[in-house]
């Protein structure tokens, strides 16, 4: 084969915060901002016998959530927004390993919380963010985590 991506996997740590509320009986609205912080992740290309590597190097992201409750324990939600990655480019054999670029990319997911408490929730959500301008990266992602809800009202 000329062309074989040989994948990028790896752990990523990070926070997210954000506001949300409730629009309606089971409609949910809000915005969330992310910093993450990547450990070795790295997606490597071969083309044409030549290695090609592009690793993350961090990322800031900005969303917007719209989901429904069905029930007063769980969320389904939709989120779409721009992250900011910055990676850097290098080419195996030549050496060349240019400084890290930031690049703005727009990105879409989907994902649900459960509640475990009244203010705790369990979340799982899955992202794609699309390759364009300086990023090389097409990437899937998918989170888990532990949700703190301030709430100033009743769920």
Known sequence: AKFVDQGGDGPIFGIR??????????????VEGEFLVPYNVTSRLMALGVEYRARLRNEFGLYGRIGIMPDRASLL???AGLTIP????????GGNAPGADWSLVPAIGLGAEGFVSRNLA???DATYSVPTGTNKMESWRVTAGVVWHFSTSGR
């Open 77 to 79: 939600y939709l989120r």
């Open 122 to 124: 369990l979340r799982l």
């Open 86 to 93: 910055r990676q850097n480019f290098e080419v195996v054999q």
């Open 17 to 30: 915060g954000g506001w949300g509320a409730m629009i309606g009986e089971q409609t949910y609205a809000g």
